[in-house]
């Protein structure tokens, strides 16, 4: 039974609250034990409450699953209709001090338990009001982060942040703030569908992330699979001190090759264990069945020869993969697929169904509701993306597994450049720019629609239908950049004049057709609807790479004529050299002759 002095305690401890500022009333109790009189509890010190700092959450805390550290925020309540509240911080060594109650083991324990310790010791102290105790604000705690990031280092995170969080940090420099061509976040850090770019020879291995405990323990992270699927249990939440490491892996000698009916098909790091199951649900994610019929992998056999075994989608888990195996899932309609259509030229833009090598052009104009009245039919393009990897086309026999495959055999722009002799430095430099876009299909809309030959969709192919501006593109040296009225008939030289007459630096006019992207050169060429004029320029000084492509091209172009000079130079010398010798061989021999 409760002492009767504690009751009237309350109750005077209730009227001071009353008279004092709610919004702001904390309690802290002077120190003594249990037995303490009531004079003491009305005592109570009345101090401002801090506003904790916003963190944002997923929910809820598990308290049978955090763990408490250094740095943690508790706020301790006590009372009835007006609740007293006093925050304790998780001391450096691991304690948690409630004034008037006692000293507490927290670091390294579950919140549940700690909860739990507090808790009583608050009811040993006090008997009728009612006693709290919440986590109000998670700790920051330094994480190490190294490997193929842009800024290892100490990096601070959040007691609930995950292992992407603290390799999101990495990739950012906070004094510059954000910079495109940076990643931003631990997902930019690799492309697996692309060639790799911060370095030529390898790749960041997010199938093997290295999180590395204070106490030695390590875990492997599948980011990558994460990514895929949002499944956490691929990005777990750090603790206090841990070591993120990023390794690096050559996608020729640790890589495996996914391919066919996934939605990232491309390289990726090898993971110990790995079954085609694992690599399927980071390409194409935990929604397979019904999509895929079967996997077939392809592995390099004795004396490099390629083995094939192909399984049902049902066995895929038992299917083990190993570095420098190709994997290709089946689909279960192998012509099911989708293209799009954007533009103006068209009524509903969007993605539709199609069926591979089947559906016409016609067709998908019109499921996008047929062409609208003012559609730049001779404009209209098809874009086909050529895969960077070997499509499923290819015979698995004749791979050669020492080298991965390119698209050098499906698209016929992969040439070198060293192969294009007779393009100039910026030349060679506009070719490579342009080579890398994505292909366009050469269609005739107009001719398709009025019965003509016609063009069967692959899947992901997207038609471009632009409409008709009734206006013509004048850029580059001229006078005013910008859109001049169509007229028919027009040539490329008065829309030049039209938009302010050639620039300073103007070299030749070029037309560029609309429906093939051609560049024809001349002023006198006769402009077509939609399409644009374009002026060339000498390369000066607000163009660094140009001028100094321009500059590399004319100090070449010097000493070919140096060259070409001296050449000729050798060549007179060595003529009237010979002419000299001949003549002299010529008088030798007249004067034998005479003297006979």
Do not use: C
């Amino acid at each position: 039974m409760a002492h009767p002095a504690r009751g009237i305690a309350l109750s005077v401890l209730a009227l001071v609250l009353a008279l004092a500022p709610p919004a702001t009333a904390q309690f802290s109790p002077p120190s003594g034990g249990p037995n303490r009189g009531a004079a003491a509890r009305g005592a109570a010190r009345l101090v401002a409450t801090p506003q904790p700092q916003t963190i944002a959450l997923e929910g809820a805390i598990d308290a049978d699953a955090y763990v408490v550290g250094p740095g943690d925020v508790f706020m301790i309540s006590v009372g009835g209709s007006v609740a007293l509240q006093e925050p304790a911080t998780v001391s450096a060594d691991g304690l948690l001090v409630v004034t008037g109650v006692g000293t507490f083991r927290a670091a390294e324990r579950r919140l549940s338990e700690v909860r739990a310790d507090v808790l009583a010791g608050l009811r040993r102290e006090y008997v009728r009001p009612e006693v709290g105790v919440a986590l109000a604000v998670p700790r920051l705690f330094y994480v190490h982060v190294s490997g193929a990031v842009p800024l290892p280092g100490r990096h601070l995170v959040s007691a609930l942040g995950r292992v992407d969080d603290a390799l999101g940090i990495a990739t950012k420099d906070p004094d510059v703030g954000f910079n495109p061509l940076q990643p931003q976040s631990a997902r930019d850090l690799a492309r697996y569908d692309v060639p790799p770019t911060r370095r030529i020879e390898r790749r960041p291995a997010l199938r093997n992330v290295r999180v590395v405990n204070r106490d030695g323990r390590e875990r492997r992270v599948d980011l990558a699979r994460y990514f895929a699927t949002g499944d956490t249990r691929f990005n777990p939440t750090l603790d206090d001190g841990d070591a993120i490491v990023l390794p690096e892996f050559d996608p020729d000698r640790e890589g495996v090759f996914v391919d066919g009916a996934v939605d990232r098909p491309g390289t990726y790091d090898w993971r110990p264990g790995d079954t085609a199951l694992d690599l399927l649900a980071v390409t194409a994610g935990d929604e397979i069945d019904g999509r895929i019929r079967a996997v077939r992998r392809t592995r390099r056999g004795a004396g490099g020869s390629a083995e094939s075994v192909e399984v049902p989608l049902a066995e895929a888990a038992s299917l083990d993969i190993q570095p420098r195996d190709g994997l290709y899932a089946i689909p279960a309609d192998p012509d099911a697929g989708q293209a799009g259509v954007v533009g103006e030229g068209v009524r509903y833009p969007g993605t539709y169904p199609i069926v591979a090598g089947q559906t016409s052009l016609v067709a998908l104009v019109e499921m996008a509701g047929g062409l609208s009245p003012d559609a730049l039919v001779r404009g209209a393009y098809l874009e086909r993306r050529a895969r960077a990897e070997a499509q499923e086309t290819v015979d698995d026999r004749a791979l050669d597994f020492s080298r991965r495959l390119t698209s050098r055999g499906l698209d016929t722009t992969a040439t070198d450049l060293g192969d294009l002799s007779g393009l100039s430095l910026v030349g060679r430099r506009y070719y490579a720019q342009e080579a890398r876009r994505t292909p366009r299909l050469a269609v005739d809309l107009g001719a398709a629609l009025r019965g003509g030959p016609g063009v069967t969709l692959q899947d992901g192919d997207r038609l471009v239908v632009p409409r008709d501006l009734g206006t013509v593109r004048v850029f580059g040296q001229v006078g005013q950049s910008g859109y001049v009225a169509y007229q028919d008939g027009q040539r490329a030289g008065a829309y030049v004049r039209s938009a302010g007459g050639l620039g300073p630096a103007a070299t030749e006019t070029y037309v560029v057709d609309a429906a093939t992207g051609r560049f024809t050169a001349g002023a006198e060429t006769v402009v077509q609807p939609g399409d644009a004029v374009f002026v060339g320029r000498e390369a000066t000084s607000d163009n660094p790479a140009y001028e100094s492509l321009a500059i590399q091209e004319r100090q070449i172009e010097r000493q070919d004529a140096r060259d070409r000079r001296q050449a000729r130079y050798q060549l007179i010398q060595t003529t009237i050299a010979a002419i000299g010798t001949l003549l002299t061989a010529l008088v030798v021999v007249n004067t034998l002759t005479d003297g006979n």
